[in-house]
């Protein structure tokens, strides 16, 4: 449906509200003519289909019915102000791809990688830091650097980090 007709369609069904339904059912026939017209728009038609559960709950008290089809001829005003003013540019088609420079320096990095992507990769670099230092205490570490040493043809001596029994200065 093309959207002048779309619009004059609300237009007519928000007319009928305007007069007020005789019966429970003319409102829940009017809201099943409405629903269809608001798929063009998910948020304003699952809210309204979500209000008119209520207005479709025969036994249901008169205030909260009345609540419910407040919300749904709110809905249907927004959506015909919404197809009067038409689409919106959507800010993502405005946006101009960034250029990557021929040198990225410390500078141009600054300007254009949001502070987030800065703090996660220093995150990144102290954690990987953090995991060597508490590494570099294990047995495991110890074992692997006498092994290094004796492959490469050094003392164990001269590489024992954390181990005070292998340090010769003792």
Wanted: aromatic share 8%.
């Amino acid at each position: 449906m093309e959207t002048p007709v779309l619009i004059a369609r609300l237009k007519e069904l928000k007319a009928i509200q305007e007069q007020g339904f005789k019966s429970q059912q003319a409102c829940i026939s009017w809201a099943n003519e409405v629903a269809p017209l608001l798929a063009f728009d998910e948020k304003f038609h699952d809210t309204f289909l979500e209000k008119a559960a209520y207005v479709n709950t025969i036994g249901l008290s008169a205030n909260l019915q009345g609540t419910a089809l407040n919300f749904m001829v709110s809905i249907l005003q927004q959506a015909i102000v919404s197809l009067e003013r038409g689409p919106i540019a959507s800010p993502a088609a405005q946006v101009v791809p960034l250029q990557v420079p021929e040198r990225m320096t410390l500078a141009w990095l600054w300007k254009h990688v949001p502070v987030s992507y800065a703090l996660a990769a220093a995150t990144i670099v102290i954690a990987v830091f953090m995991a060597g230092v508490g590494f570099s205490q294990t047995k495991a570490f110890a074992v692997i650097a006498d092994l290094a040493s004796t492959v490469i043809g050094k003392s164990s001596t001269a590489v024992s980090i954390g181990d005070p029994s292998k340090n010769p200065k003792q």
